[in-house]
């Protein structure tokens, strides 16, 4: 049986209470990702996603008060292969520099990373599982970026729905599946 009890927490990673329903959009714009898409916004902006073994990184400025969120399917793109959003680091590429363009200073940056889960079975138990390929690359992108992770909730067998603030940087996440 899995933990359906989502949380909401701030990015820096206070908690700010446990709740059994997504936040409300209070006159926030309303964003969905599908895999291989990104979001930021200076303003309110309240960003949703399905999770897999993808992964979603959620960017938040806690000067500013804008963030962003993006939707990854593999964890690095390849020589040869076409530029995509599906992979982690071009997305997060992306993101990163939409966030900046928007007044977001790298110093007041916090991330939150979701995803990750092993949704298929392997064969060979002792393979890294494409979920833990995209969390480890979602985190080596925050170390080399100088982000701190502030939540993370990774892993796992199952998906998660994500629901993510840009203006307050709370974040909710239910495990589904």
């Known amino acids: 049986m899995t933990n359906s009890t989502p949380f909401l927490t701030q990015l820096d990673g206070t908690p700010s209470g446990l709740t059994s329903n997504a936040p409300a959009l209070k006159g926030r714009q309303s964003v969905y990702l599908l895999p291989g898409e990104f979001h930021a916004s200076a303003e ?81 138990r002792r393979a890294i599982s494409l979920g833990e390929q995209n969390v480890a690359a979602a985190l080596a992108l925050m170390k080399n970026a100088r982000i701190p992770v502030s939540v993370q909730e990774t892993g796992g067998t199952h998906g998660r729905k994500v629901v993510f603030n840009t203006d307050d940087g709370t974040a909710w996440c239910r495990r589904i599946g």
């Open 44 to 124: 309110p902006c309240q960003i949703r996603t399905i999770l897999g073994s993808c992964v979603s990184i959620c960017l938040w400025d806690v000067s500013h008060l804008a963030g962003g969120m993006n939707h990854f399917l593999l964890p690095a793109s390849r020589e040869g292969e076409p530029a995509s959003l599906r992979f982690g680091d071009l997305a997060t590429k992306a993101l990163l520099e939409k966030v900046l363009r928007l007044g977001c200073r790298l110093p007041n940056l916090r991330a939150k990373i979701f995803g990750g889960g092993s949704m298929f079975l392997n064969s060979n």
